[in-house]
């Protein structure tokens, strides 16, 4: 922590995709999203600049154990695999992940609230968590896996699967978007906490980041940046042309 203070930068490792509404590009090229507002004013705080360095996603772990950056903000899930070269302050969001169906494509034989039946094909991403609880989770039913959201999301709209497993907000989004055609089929399957990561030996700048989070829970800042971003759709007017506000995080 003393080191970005005395830099005058905290250097952080955002992913290069866009994970909208995490992570996009407004019409200008620039940064924009939960993740973006989240870094600019954990930044702000310790009076410093933030320095955006963007990386593919898997390459993230790596680059902060390298010093490429202070920190990894980028909906940055906990998990153990993580916190064998990281540390990671408390959550400071949490993502429900739901079965997304297309009404179009229920088999007869599925009943409302049970999807697991064969012939049903779901989409998720391949090796993330939603793929391993999707396996315990449906046993009958064919598991498709894609590279990435986006695809999922464009078999879905294809018809070519009957259902995806989709993070919050984009079972919204869609329903929205098509309410006649798109349901949520269950209850949230399993949820991911989302947290900033530093490195091991930076044990003072994480316990500050815990007390940040802390802070902005109890005055409702972060409650307020999460309603924004993913309550509302105020903020498509600010996108680039293209993007969608319908991408999930890479877990």
Same mark, same amino acid.
């Given at each position: 922590?003393?080191?970005?203070?005395?830099?005058?930068?905290?250097?952080?490792?955002?992913?290069e995709?866009d994970?909208l509404?995490?992570?996009?590009?407004d019409?200008?090229?620039?940064?924009l999203?939960?993740?973006?507002?989240?870094?600019?004013?954990?930044?702000?705080?310790?009076?410093v600049?933030?320095?955006?360095v963007?990386?593919?996603?898997?390459?993230?772990?790596?680059?902060? *154990?390298? !010093?490429?950056?202070?920190? /990894? %903000?980028?909906?940055?899930?906990?998990? &153990?695999?993580r @916190? #064998?070269?990281?540390l990671?302050?408390?959550?400071y969001?949490q993502?429900?992940?739901y079965?997304?169906?297309?009404?179009?494509?229920?088999p007869?034989?599925?009943?409302?609230g049970?999807y697991d *039946?064969? !012939?049903?094909k779901?989409? /998720? %991403?391949?090796?993330?968590?939603?793929? &391993?609880?999707s @396996? #315990?989770?449906?046993?009958?039913?064919?598991?498709?896996?894609?590279?990435?959201?986006?695809?999922s999301?464009?078999?879905?709209?294809?018809?070519?699967?009957?259902?995806?497993?989709?993070?919050?907000p984009i079972?919204?989004f869609?329903?929205?978007?098509?309410?006649d055609?798109?349901?949520?089929?269950s209850e949230?399957?399993?949820?991911?906490s989302?947290?900033v990561?530093?490195?091991?030996?930076?044990?003072?700048?994480v316990?500050?980041?815990d007390?940040w989070i802390?802070?902005?829970?109890?005055n409702?800042?972060?409650?307020?940046?999460?309603?924004y971003?993913f309550?509302?759709l105020?903020?498509?007017q600010?996108?680039?042309?293209?993007d969608?506000?319908?991408?999930?995080p890479a877990?």
């Amino acid at each position: 922590m003393d080191a970005v203070i005395d830099r005058g930068t905290l250097r952080i490792g955002i992913a290069e995709e866009d994970f909208l509404p995490w992570i996009g590009r407004d019409k200008a090229g620039k940064l924009l999203g939960f993740e973006v507002d989240v870094a600019h004013d954990l930044a702000r705080v310790l009076g410093v600049r933030p320095e955006f360095v963007e990386t593919p996603f898997g390459d993230l772990l790596n680059g902060l *154990v390298a !010093g490429r950056f202070d920190v /990894v %903000i980028s909906a940055y899930s906990v998990t &153990a695999e993580r @916190a #064998r070269l990281a540390l990671f302050s408390v959550p400071y969001g949490q993502t429900d992940y739901y079965l997304l169906l297309d009404n179009n494509k229920l088999p007869k034989s599925a009943s409302e609230g049970d999807y697991d *039946v064969e !012939g049903f094909k779901i989409g /998720v %991403i391949a090796d993330t968590i939603g793929e &391993a609880i999707s @396996a #315990r989770s449906f046993t009958k039913a064919e598991i498709v896996p894609f590279p990435d959201d986006e695809a999922s999301r464009d078999a879905l709209s294809k018809g070519e699967v009957g259902a995806i497993i989709a993070a919050t907000p984009i079972p919204n989004f869609m329903m929205l978007a098509e309410p006649d055609r798109y349901a949520i089929g269950s209850e949230a399957l399993f949820s991911s906490s989302e947290a900033v990561a530093v490195r091991p030996d930076s044990l003072r700048f994480v316990n500050f980041i815990d007390a940040w989070i802390e802070e902005n829970q109890a005055n409702g800042r972060l409650q307020a940046a999460r309603e924004y971003w993913f309550d509302t759709l105020e903020w498509e007017q600010r996108l680039s042309k293209g993007d969608e506000p319908a991408d999930q995080p890479a877990e």
